[in-house]
Every structure is written in structure tokens, then in C-alpha cells.
């Protein structure tokens, strides 16, 4: 079982939809951050989170400590949201831990 | 561009053959880590640093790879007698130093090993 699972591996959508890509983990961790890989490898880090919430125009995540799981959001959804979301948590030993990523794709 | 720069952007060389990389990170980054992502994977961690220190090594890190930050800025990470698995994209990122600090990353080296 990997130590860090997100669903869905890959989620289409039309233009508008509000989106949902889960991240759960089973390993003690000081953070979690979700990332934005675009086609050809280029990697933005979207949000560090220990606790609660963060939003960042129409991105938003959250995270449950207790449940080890997190959860991106993203509101009004546009084509240039397509892009591989990888959640990674960052373990006791300061060591990312990816999860293989969700593949979005929105349609216009 | 998040600041953190690497060089070269693409590499092609024939097995056998060493190869260095370049790293440039954020300039008051404290660490820096080397990752490696091979096509339709997510990316391992190989090593990172805080200042000139390299304070932890996968198991990914063979005998033939070796990393260096001599003066705590800039990175190189070396490969010896490459080898085709090696072909993949070498990841850079840097970040402040404290655990909680978001990690930047490069736009990466890609190397194919023929």
C-alpha cells in the first residue's frame, strides 16, 4: 500500500465545474503540499499545509489531521486548470513523499 | 519561474559517459534537494542539503551518483558511467529550511541516455 493515495487518477470536466482530487496518507507527517505539473515537467508548488484550510484565488485545500486526509479544490474550473495535481507530505525526516498524481482535464 | 534555475535544460549522451548538472537555487534558501521523475511517475527524492551539509541519500543515489553544494548556493550533481535507466528528468527545488517552508522548484534537466 503506498503511504500517500489520491483519487481520482484522473477526472474530467466541462468548464465551470467546481473540482475535488483527495489526498490520503498513512504516515506521520509536519506538512502536506499540493503541487501543479503542467506538460513538458514543469512543477509549481501550490499550497504548504499543516492544519485547516488555505485558498488561494479559486484554489483551495484543506486538511484533517486526525483523518490524515486532504482534499484541493478548485472553484469555476478553466481549461488552464488541466494539469497533473500531486499531493506529497513531507515526513519526520524532512523527505517528500509523492502521491502519483491526478491528471485533470477541463473541457471548454 | 520560481527563481530556482538548472542547467543544462535537456542532455543526450551515450552510455557510458559522465554527466554534470547544475542547480541555482533561490538565493536565501538554507536547502536544497535533488529529485528524479521518470516518465509517468512522481518523483523521488535522491538528496538534499542544508547549507554545504548533505544531510540525507536515498537509496536511490548509487555509488555513481554524487551531489555537491560546496559553497551552500549552487548544487551539482554528478552521474558516472550513465547507464539508459538513468534517462529521466532531474528535479531541483529549494526552500527556506524550516520543515514547514513550500519547496521551489526548477524547471529541470532532462537527460536521455542512449
Known amino acids: 500500500k503506498n503511504e500517500v493515495e489520491q483519487s481520482p487518477q484522473n ?9 475535488t482530487i483527495n489526498c490520503s496518507y ?15 515537467g514543469g512543477i509549481v508548488s501550490l499550497f504548504m499545509l499543516s492544519s485547516g484550510k488555505k485558498k488561494h484565488g479559486r484554489l483551495i485545500a484543506t486538511i484533517n489531521i486526525q483523518e490524515k486526509h486532504s482534499s484541493l479544490h478548485i472553484t469555476a474550473s478553466h481549461p488552464r486548470d488541466s494539469a497533473v495535481y ?7 525526516n524532512y ?7 491526478t491528471k485533470l482535464i477541463i473541457k471548454p | 519561474d520560481t527563481g530556482v534555475s538548472q542547467n543544462p535544460r535537456h542532455k543526450i549522451t551515450k552510455r557510458g559517459q559522465n554527466v554534470t548538472f547544475r542547480c541555482d537555487p533561490i538565493s536565501e534558501h538554507n536547502r536544497l534537494y535533488w529529485y528524479r521523475q521518470t516518465l509517468g ?6 538528496t538534499y542539503f542544508q ?8 537509496r536511490l543515489l548509487s555509488d555513481r551518483f554524487s551531489a555537491e553544494r560546496p559553497k551552500g548556493s549552487f548544487s551539482t550533481l554528478e ?8 534517462s529521466a528528468m532531474y528535479l531541483c527545488a529549494s526552500s527556506r529550511g524550516q520543515y514547514t517552508e513550500t519547496q521551489y522548484f526548477g524547471p529541470g534537466t532532462r537527460l536521455l541516455v542512449l
Open chain 1, 26 to 40: 498513512s504516515v506521520g507527517i509536519s506538512a502536506l503540499h499540493w503541487l501543479q505539473q503542467h506538460p513538458g
Open chain 2, 79 to 86: 552521474i558516472q558511467r550513465t547507464e539508459q535507466g538513468d
Open chain 1, 95 to 101: 523527505q517528500l513523499i509523492w502521491g502519483a498524481g
Open chain 2, 41 to 46: 511517475q512522481g518523483p523521488e527524492f535522491l
Open chain 2, 51 to 58: 547549507n554545504e551539509a548533505q544531510l540525507e541519500k536515498s
Open chain 1, 11 to 19: 477526472l474530467t470536466a466541462q468548464e465551470g465545474e467546481f473540482i
Open chain 1, 86 to 92: 500531486i499531493c506529497a507530505v513531507m515526513d519526520s
